[in-house]
């Protein structure tokens, strides 16, 4: 199971923590990008993984960046960016992971010069999650909830309060 995290505090009286490690990035895909983000329960509302209080975040190289070194690490072909954060949470701690990805429809010439890709539809899959080891989140209660979302949400991708279905079972 390994040993509780961060070392060399007590536990007695709370609840045991752990350290977790979530990778969020973005991807190239038809008809524009797909986003992968993490979200934390903290009290009443969902925090963005970065920027939460425990938070150690570690950009990983983008795919603009040179390849310096021979045995560096890039992303892969169609990716954005990736990025690594490591929090140390309280067992079962609420986890959110939320992928969005533009819906495919089929637009004539004219219709997509005129609409361009910012009225695209996307489809939204989120996936919750609870702490319960170290690097280790258990999946909880339904898998997947697939929802398709206005423009206007799918821009605020990152904002909490576009988070409404999650907080329902």
């Known amino acids: 199971m390994g040993s509780p995290a961060p070392r060399g505090s007590s536990n007695r009286g709370s609840a045991r923590r752990y350290r977790v490690a979530l990778t969020e990035r973005s991807t190239i895909v038809a008809r524009g990008e797909q986003l992968e983000l993490w979200f934390v329960r903290v009290n009443d509302a969902w925090v963005r993984v970065t920027e939460h ?18 045995g560096s690490e890039r992303c892969p072909s169609g990716t954005i960016w990736v ?15 939320r992928q969005s990805w533009p819906r495919s429809r089929r637009l004539s010439v004219m219709s997509y010069l005129k609409q361009g890709l910012s ?51």
């Open 53 to 70: 209080a425990t938070a150690t975040v570690e950009a990983n190289s983008t795919a603009d960046e040179p390849d310096t070194s021979a």
């Open 83 to 97: 990025r690594t954060t490591e929090l140390v949470l309280e067992a079962g701690t609420r986890v959110l992971l």
């Open 119 to 169: 009225n695209t539809q996307r489809f939204v899959r989120e996936r919750h999650f609870v702490v319960s080891g170290n690097y280790r989140l258990a999946p909880v209660g339904r898998m997947l909830i697939k929802t398709e979302v206005s423009p206007d949400a799918a821009s605020n991708a990152e904002d909490p309060l576009c988070l409404m279905v999650a907080t329902r079972r």
